[in-house]
């Protein structure tokens, strides 16, 4: 009897740990996205990616207070709406200002001068996050009930939270899919990213599909922004290191530049940091970072990193 | 009537000057030919056509109209396209993507899918590759590819650099028949060249470019028999 429970219980926790790192991986997801459209298509580590994505934390936080959160459900569900659709504009907004002011200027500067403006944007981010919240952590207010979906006496954790997280997160990623497979931008983005010159010379515009993707980036760390602070409702200035880190990681896992690895990259390093936690937090970001070392070992261009030569 | 028109043309990068004062010509229905040494400027030349690299001094007329200081991407679609040096196929995108990104500017569904089939004619091999990323081809396929890829946007003009660079004498044969071809279709064609020979037979005239200036021009069969010209570049 006591083997049978305990394989029933492990079974349970083993669900649970996927469930959690499943949307954990959808959030950095939507973070790495950014991190690896920009890499493809510009070369550079944009550093100040993780510090957008905590300013679309700050801008929905923001959105919140001034609504003064009322306490009716649908008064909280119109509120969540609302910063589901502004927070995403927000950060697409500043990503393109950024790229427009700053890193066009320096296109066609050596690949470290735009990595160490990066790097300033990076703080400067946030310094503007301090300024906007102060130097301590502020508590989101909860707009959703953070219920359980599944019956209680299962074990399994499944809530509400979770279900909104997923039907976010996996419409975004398929749309995005579907746009830059299909459309005659999203194939233009596909050629920049592969050879500028030639996509020039087809009559494409590369400063304005770079400019595209950039929005499209700052669009995808804002709906992040909004995920995370439903999941973890503490938010502080800080946050977009980390986060942004652990987003680059997987984006450098799946093979950067390559737009479904960053999505894998980001669901096992979601699942390898959720199992982690479990077994003992201090080591979860320990064992997220040997994985990746570990694989990279193996594949030094990703999981799904391409190394196509053009023949000669 | 002259197609395009090049009057002193200057260009270069960063304080190397590359092109020094250039001037040519191409008429309407005509292949003209540049030939030269490795690194006398053929691909600058045409690469400052095409407005990637920018010009210094001089002037480009097209059609009538002055395109000297055209972005790249407005160029296109004046009628001025370009097959590079080393195919610069995407190699991520398949053979069909390929095609339709050489009609990025247009903006007419059904004749851009009637040029494909057009693209299929001339090169029945990308029918058959269609769905295959650009960059499994073998080099002679990716030749194909490049040059069905410009001619998506239907040019008036096409550039052609170094079509026969690396590929097998049967292939090389094969794509000046096309070249030929699309020509007698109405398209005019200034092909740059090392295979000197093959570039002048092909041609209508020709330019010698040495060293960024133009030493010598004339009809591609005088050329041919030129004394100065065999012994420079048909090796005899
Ligand atoms: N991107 C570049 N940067 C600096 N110099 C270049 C570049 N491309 C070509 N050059 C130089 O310009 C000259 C002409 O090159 P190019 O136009 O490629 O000649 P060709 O096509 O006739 O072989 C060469 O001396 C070459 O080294
Ligand atoms: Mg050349």
Redo the contacts with the bound molecule.
């Keep these: 009897m006591a083997t049978v429970l305990l394989a029933d219980s492990t079974w349970v926790l083993f669900v649970n740990i996927c469930l959690n790192g499943l949307t954990t991986g959808f959030l950095y997801a939507l973070i790495a996205l950014g991190y690896t459209m920009v890499y493809g298509i510009v070369e550079l580590i944009n550093f100040a990616h993780g510090d957008l994505f905590m300013l679309g934390c700050f801008f929905a936080w923001s959105l919140v207070s001034a609504a003064a959160v009322a306490t009716g459900s649908t008064g909280a569900l119109l509120l969540l709406l609302a910063i589901l659709l502004l927070t995403p504009l927000f950060c697409a907004a500043i990503n393109w200002s950024v790229d427009r002011v700053i890193y066009r200027p320096r296109r066609s500067a050596p690949k470290l001068n735009l990595l160490v403006s990066a790097i300033g944007v990076s703080f400067i981010f946030m310094n503007i996050g301090q300024l906007w919240g102060g130097a301590q952590d502020l508590d989101f207010p909860r707009l959703v009930e953070d219920r359980n979906l599944l019956p209680a006496d299962s074990g399994l954790q499944f809530s509400l939270i979770d279900a909104i997280v997923i039907s976010v997160t996996v419409p975004t990623m398929i749309g995005l899919a579907i746009f830059v497979k299909l459309t005659p931008l999203g194939k233009a983005m596909r050629a920049v990213a592969q050879n500028p010159m030639a996509a020039q010379l087809m009559g494409i515009n590369t400063n304005r599909v770079i400019s595209a993707t950039f929005l499209i980036g700052g669009a995808l760390a804002g709906v992040g922004s909004v995920v995370y602070v439903l999941k973890i409702p503490t938010i502080n200035w800080a946050m977009g290191f980390q986060n942004g880190l652990y987003a680059f990681t997987s984006a450098v896992l799946g093979g950067i530049g390559n737009i479904p690895g960053a999505v894998l990259g980001a669901i096992l390093i979601g699942m390898v940091y959720s199992l982690g936690s479990w077994y003992d937090a201090r080591w979860a970001t320990t064992l997220v970072f040997l994985i990746l070392i570990v694989i990279l070992v193996f594949r030094p261009a990703g999981i799904l990193g391409t190394h196509t030569r053009e023949k000669v | 009537m002259a197609l395009l028109e090049v009057q002193q043309l200057r260009a270069g990068?960063?304080p190397?000057e590359?092109l020094k004062g250039i001037s040519l010509q191409v008429d309407k229905g005509e292949i003209v030919a540049i030939i030269?040494a490795?690194?006398?400027?053929?691909?600058?030349t045409l690469m400052t056509l095409s407005g990637i690299v920018p010009v210094r001094g001089g002037s480009i007329l097209f059609d009538g109209q002055d395109i000297t200081r055209l972005p790249a991407y407005q160029i296109v679609s004046r009628g001025l396209a370009q097959s590079p040096?080393g195919r610069k196929i995407f190699p991520r995108l398949t053979v069909l993507e390929n095609l339709e990104m050489g009609a990025f500017t247009r903006n007419d569904p059904q004749g851009v899918q009637a040029d494909i089939e057009k693209a299929y004619h001339y090169f029945p091999i990308l029918k058959q590759r269609a769905k295959q990323a650009g960059g499994t081809l073998s080099g002679g396929e990716q030749q194909m590819l490049a040059i069905a890829r410009a001619l998506m946007s239907r040019p008036k003009l096409l550039l052609l650099d170094e079509p026969s660079l690396g590929l097998a004498p049967m292939i090389v044969l094969k794509i000046f028949e096309v070249i030929r071809e699309l020509n007698r279709d109405g398209v005019a064609v200034l092909l740059?060249e090392q295979n000197a020979r093959m570039a002048l037979k092909l041609a209508h005239r020709g330019y010698v470019?040495e060293t960024g200036s133009i030493t010598m021009s004339d009809r591609a069969e005088t050329m041919l028999n030129d004394p100065r010209v065999k012994a420079a570049y048909l090796g005899e």
């Design positions: 990068y960063g190397i590359v030269g490795n690194g006398a400027g053929k691909t600058t040096e740059v470019l």
